[in-house]
């Protein structure tokens, strides 16, 4: 124990070399001085961002900045030591949700509330150091957003990247759509099942289509939202399914969770001032193709969505806090720190079906 009262070392999962297991080993836990705030883990998501870090592709640019590295952005926990600068509303004990989209220096981007896209990022479990650990120093207390009233803190953890990037994505719908616009949500696993819970909240009365190849996903999102139908690319002629199924009309809004391929079919299928949200980054370095002469004279919007704000993810807690959102059935498994890397590989080879979280 240290002077604090919390053990000097605690248990983690060690990216060691790519590809491989994670290593359980013990590291130093920190006393949090000034604005840090040291939480006690309850919940550590895996995100397929974690599956590129973990097969070393995004390595080159920086991800994860050195090796060995704790893997995790989706971090719940609560708090257990403060720094003297953090105000005293924030107490020992409090539940708080880790928004991970930090950034080492404020800009004109974060001085205007675009928190998801400054100058200079850094991101737990991404560049440096994260969640897959019992303790982890947050190094502001702006970062925390305030879990009371939350009963599963651990299932809160995925709302910090998956809740949170779905909720950005779908709200730049508002304001375009009219009642009875089709809108489909492309990839229904376990971003897909945040995504079609705020398109009915947010817009009632559009038709929610779901799109994926895996009928077994098209039967957990359902389980979670009631869709008006669903396509399954795997199973036939897309185009053709789409016509039906959308009456003629195409798409009024997309919200693609995948990214790869699908750009160039879903695109084709939106109609007159549709709008496409770009999100998935399955297809990280794929080239797509969109027909700028049907972009221009159908007046298409395409656009990309990246994670979420601040403020968008106190939002969503809140949403969540009030009952509006389903936080838990999203998450498809829980499992122990040492079964961590059974989570990636799961990933990797498709056999998640929702979220998967690590528990403490
Ligand atoms: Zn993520």
């Given at each position: 124990?240290?002077?604090?009262?919390?053990?000097?070392?605690?248990?983690?999962?060690?990216?060691?070399?790519f590809?491989?297991?994670?290593?359980?080993g013990?590291?130093?836990?920190?006393?949090?001085?000034?604005?840090?705030?040291?939480?006690?883990?309850?919940?550590?998501g895996?995100?397929?961002?974690?599956v590129?870090?973990?097969e070393?592709?995004?390595?080159?640019?920086g991800?994860?900045?050195k090796?060995p590295?704790?893997?995790?952005?989706?971090?719940?926990?609560?708090?257990?030591?403060?720094?003297?600068?953090?105000?005293?509303?924030?107490?020992?004990?409090d539940?708080?949700?880790?928004?991970?989209?930090?950034?080492l220096?404020?800009?004109r981007?974060?001085?205007?509330?675009?928190?998801?896209?400054?100058?200079?990022?850094?991101?737990?479990?991404?560049?440096?150091?994260g969640?897959f650990?019992?303790?982890?120093?947050v190094s502001?207390?702006?970062?925390?957003?305030?879990?009371?009233?939350?009963?599963?803190?651990?299932?809160?953890a995925p709302?910090?990247?998956?809740?949170?990037?779905?909720?950005?994505?779908v709200?730049?719908?508002d304001?375009k759509?009219?009642?009875?616009d089709?809108?489909?949500v492309?990839?229904?696993g376990?971003?897909?099942?945040?995504?079609?819970?705020?398109?009915?909240?947010?817009?009632?009365?559009?038709?929610?289509?779901?799109?994926?190849?895996?009928?077994?996903?098209?039967?957990?999102?359902e389980?979670?939202?009631?869709?008006?139908?669903?396509i399954n690319?795997?199973?036939?002629?897309?185009?053709?399914?789409?016509?039906?199924?959308?009456?003629?009309h195409?798409?009024?809004?997309?919200?693609?969770?995948?990214?790869?391929?699908?750009?160039s079919?879903?695109?084709?299928?939106?109609?007159?001032?549709?709008?496409?949200?770009?999100?998935?980054?399955?297809?990280t370095?794929?080239?797509?193709?969109?027909?700028?002469f049907?972009?221009?004279?159908?007046?298409k919007t395409?656009?990309?969505?990246?994670?979420?704000?601040?403020?968008?993810?106190?939002?969503v807690?809140?949403?969540?806090?009030?009952?509006?959102?389903?936080?838990?059935?999203?998450?498809s498994?829980?499992i122990?720190?040492?079964?961590?890397?059974?989570?990636?590989?799961?990933?990797?080879?498709g056999?998640a079906?929702?979220?998967?979280?690590?528990?403490?």
């Amino acid at each position: 124990m240290n002077k604090i009262g919390i053990p000097d070392r605690h248990r983690a999962a060690f990216l060691v070399d790519f590809k491989s297991p994670l290593e359980m080993g013990y590291t130093d836990t920190a006393i949090p001085v000034g604005n840090q705030v040291l939480i006690r883990v309850s919940g550590a998501g895996i995100c397929h961002s974690d599956v590129h870090v973990w097969e070393g592709i995004w390595y080159k640019g920086g991800s994860p900045g050195k090796l060995p590295h704790i893997q995790s952005h989706e971090i719940s926990g609560t708090v257990a030591a403060i720094g003297d600068s953090v105000p005293e509303r924030i107490k020992p004990g409090d539940p708080v949700l880790v928004y991970p989209w930090q950034w080492l220096e404020d800009d004109r981007y974060t001085a205007a509330g675009l928190t998801n896209v400054p100058d200079r990022p850094v991101v737990p479990g991404i560049n440096i150091d994260g969640g897959f650990q019992e303790y982890f120093l947050v190094s502001h207390y702006r970062y925390l957003v305030d879990a009371r009233g939350i009963e599963d803190l651990p299932a809160l953890a995925p709302l910090s990247c998956g809740g949170l990037t779905t909720y950005r994505a779908v709200k730049k719908l508002d304001g375009k759509l009219q009642p009875d616009d089709y809108v489909a949500v492309v990839g229904l696993g376990g971003l897909g099942s945040y995504a079609v819970q705020y398109l009915r909240l947010l817009f009632p009365q559009v038709n929610i289509i779901g799109a994926d190849i895996r009928e077994d996903s098209i039967e957990f999102a359902e389980g979670i939202c009631r869709m008006d139908g669903y396509i399954n690319p795997a199973s036939g002629d897309t185009n053709k399914a789409i016509t039906e199924i959308t009456r003629g009309h195409g798409f009024r809004g997309v919200i693609d969770l995948v990214g790869k391929g699908t750009l160039s079919i879903y695109s084709r299928a939106l109609s007159k001032e549709g709008i496409y949200v770009m999100v998935g980054l399955m297809g990280t370095g794929i080239q797509e193709s969109i027909s700028p002469f049907f972009t221009v004279s159908m007046e298409k919007t395409i656009t990309g969505s990246y994670v979420g704000t601040l403020s968008e993810q106190h939002e969503v807690v809140d949403l969540a806090r009030k009952g509006l959102i389903n936080y838990r059935k999203p998450v498809s498994s829980r499992i122990a720190l040492e079964n961590a890397s059974k989570g990636l590989q799961n990933l990797e080879d498709g056999k998640a079906l929702g979220r998967q979280v690590v528990v403490f």
